[in-house]
């Protein structure tokens, strides 16, 4: 069996590509990948939000999909929109990385809450959260993959980059990370940390399964129903700032998460815990109580 892997072409997302490559070589199957490029990687002159509310950086990888030039395509699981078209389903999520938002700068300053510093990122989240807990800091939109960041924020045009510590991480970037927010102040967008891997629902069965059980991580995969359902009745997406994190121990998982006004005035969140067997359940409990806290009216003010 050999089975064609459709990614992005940045260093980063051939990373993740070649993992689950490297996974499926592990279990005695060969793979080849194929780079493809899409809308949010052509369009880096303007944000994401102005791009698009769906599909940014998957929609044409599914075109590959749909036409079967390629068997599977590996996402970052926070770029997945939180509804797939009904011809794809995600088979397998990786075991997920430390999921803590970080600050990388080559300078040397030790990060104060006051510090008048100006930040970069694409995120519209971490910017909202920025500017809640830390109105003196100045945020800058910053797109582009990793090493084209780190080159602008070297040229001056930011003090540090905010950025997801798995994709640093991955980068071996650790040397240059100069603070860490801790997760109850700082959560994350739903799906960070890990690789998602999604396919056609009329695959194979045969590779369907394969692909499964040699990249698929159950306790993530349980983290993410949680979050993606919660992500899913609240019909956000990358350009919305809503964020969820599921934890797990032993037979019980715990979803916390939020939705915060894009000037940072308005923060909302709370927390779910239920059985772990049931975690689309929880999902759609806690986006009921954010929901209950006027979290609509946020989203439709941000959609507005």
Known sequence: MRLKIGTRGSRLALWQAHHVAEKLRAGGVDSEIVTISTRGDKRQDVTIAEIGTRGVFTEEIEEQLQQKTIDLAVHSAKDLQSSLPNAFEIVA???????????????????????????????VRRRALLKHYFPRTKVVEMRGNLQTRMAKMDSGQCDALMLAYAGVHRMQYN????HQFPLDQMIPAV?????????????????????????????????????????KALRGGCSVPVFALATIQADSLQLQGGVVSLDGKTLLRDIFTGSRQQPEEIGNMLAEKIISQGGLQVLEAIRG
């Open 93 to 123: 999520f990786t075991e997920r990385e430390h999921t803590a938002d970080v600050l990388v700068s080559h300078q040397e300053f030790s990060w104060q809450s006051n510090q008048a510093v100006t930040i970069g990122t694409s995120s």
């Open 175 to 178: 040397t240059s990370i100069v």
């Open 191 to 231: 799906g960070q940390g890990s690789v998602a891997v999604e396919i056609l629902t009329s695959l194979d069965s045969d590779k369907k399964n394969i692909i499964r059980k040699l990249i698929n991580h159950e306790i993530t995969e349980q983290q993410l129903q949680a979050e993606r359902a919660y992500l």
